[in-house]
């Protein structure tokens, strides 16, 4: 004898319940519950799927058609991959602009509808869309080489606030790119402007004294208003007579952190991975020819997170038991705004910028950054010393 299948049972019920009154129902509702096993309310459920079954009907995925479709994630794509492959809420607010200057140079070849709803997307949307983009990455660390200077007494410590100081004043650090604090190794001296989230990194060889004063004046050439404050760690590449005097004479008010004291340094910590690490990432620098490679990425990365890149300043911070409760500004902005909505910035300042910035692409300056990231790697393939030769 061939058992029934509960797809029979409910054919063969089907159409005496969908005629029965109440009482006819509860006792057809518990037959089937007797003989399938399943629960009353699934029972329910199943004679109102037949119910509503049309067998004219062409079988799709139920609700509303897809609005984004594919040609809109792709725009969507190329528009991310330009903008430093951010997330969502940093990204929302540039679209518009990343669109209209790739319409400008002729770079943007999508069609009017794909573009109108791009535009038109809302910052969840695109939060959701470009977290599918963003693929998994193993978190690393780099190695500290802080070594605080006996000559800490000789700068004085400041620990805030901030948000009163002008662009101009800035926290620096040192970065290691190195897998190892033993040896010669390149570092990246990285200067965060407080006021504008402006990132001007450059390259040295080893972290001497004269190397950092080096690098400082080179920053200070690069910047586009006087630098004003300067505000490293304790580290000796920093507490020292070459450096501290080439403030004095330059008229940069030098302060330090505090030891052991990261958060003093908040500014330029978060830069050191959101930006150092993250376009040169974790590989092993040892040889000098790198040094001016590295200039050189940096040359275009500067303008290119100036002009392009937002940022999103935290504006409040609670501590609730043992967890933090962080509020972010609600639109993200690039230095570059920041600059032009600053009272204390010169107009002649603001005038030269936007000058710059109408001639700047961000998808040719992040495909060249790419191209100089990849002659970095191989110049250190090719002069570098390996791990063998090291040990």
Same mark, same amino acid.
């Given at each position: 004898?061939?058992?029934? %299948? ?24 518990? *037959? ?13 459920? @199943? ?15 139920? $609700? ?9 994630? %792709?725009?969507?794509?190329?528009? &991310?991959?330009?903008?430093? #492959? ?22 943007? *070849? ?12 809302? +910052?969840? /949307? ?17 190695? /500290? ?24 004043? $800035?926290?620096?650090? %040192? ?16 200067? %965060? ?11 040295? &060889? ?20 006087? &630098? ?8 000796? #590449?920093?507490?020292? *007579? ?13 302060? @330090? ?12 910590? #978060? ?40 940022? @999103? ?11 933090? @409760? ?19 910035? $010169?107009?002649?300042?603001? !005038? ?15 495909? !060249? ?17 390996? +791990?063998?030769?090291?040990?």
């Amino acid at each position: 004898m061939i058992m029934a %299948t509960k797809k029979d049972i409910f054919n063969e019920h089907k159409s005496t319940y969908f005629r029965a009154d109440r009482q006819e129902k509860g006792r057809i509702l518990a *037959h089937v519950c007797f003989i399938t096993d399943m629960h009353r309310k699934s029972v329910v459920r @199943r004679f109102s799927e037949l119910q509503r079954y049309d067998p004219w009907k062409e079988p799709g995925k139920p $609700g509303r058609s897809l609005y984004y479709t594919p040609d809109v994630i %792709t725009a969507l794509k190329e528009v &991310w991959e330009a903008g430093n #492959e951010v997330c969502g809420e940093l990204l929302h607010p540039m679209i518009h602009e990343y669109v209209e200057i790739l319409n400008r140079d002729k770079m943007w *070849h999508h069609q009017d509808e794909t573009t109108d709803k791009l535009l038109g997307m809302s +910052q969840a /949307t695109v939060k959701r869309r470009v977290g599918t983009f963003m693929k998994a990455r193993r978190r690393k660390k780099g190695l /500290t080489v802080t070594r605080p200077s006996h000559l800490k007494r000789i700068v004085p410590i400041f620990t805030g606030p901030w948000s009163d100081k002008p662009p101009g004043w $800035g926290q620096i650090d %040192t970065v290691l790119n190195s897998n190892s604090s033993s040896g010669d190794a390149v570092y990246t001296l990285n200067y %965060t402007d407080a006021a504008t989230l402006l990132v001007i990194p450059r390259a040295q &060889w080893n972290k001497g004294q004269e190397a950092t004063r080096d690098g400082m004046k080179k920053i200070k050439e690069i910047m586009p208003f006087p &630098w004003l404050g300067a505000h490293p760690d304790t580290g000796s #590449e920093f507490i020292n *007579h070459f450096v501290v005097n080439w403030c004095k004479s330059e008229k940069i008010d030098f302060s @330090r952190s505090r030891p052991n004291r990261k958060n003093d340094n908040m500014y330029v910590e #978060e830069r050191n991975g959101h930006v150092i690490r993250k376009t040169v990432g974790y590989i092993t620098l040892n040889c000098l020819e790198t040094v001016d490679a590295l200039n050189g990425l940096y040359d275009l990365l500067t303008p290119y997170l100036m002009h392009f890149v937002a940022v @999103r300043r935290m504006t409040e911070k609670e501590k609730l038991g043992s967890r933090y @409760r962080r509020v972010y500004e609600k639109m993200a902005k690039t230095p570059y705004q920041r600059i032009l909505e600053h009272p204390e910035v $010169g107009t002649e300042i603001k !005038e030269k910028l936007r000058q710059e910035h109408a001639k700047l692409n961000p998808l040719i300056l992040k495909r !060249e950054i790419d191209k100089r990231v990849r002659n970095v790697y191989d110049i250190q393939k090719r002069f570098g010393k390996s +791990q063998k030769d090291l040990s």
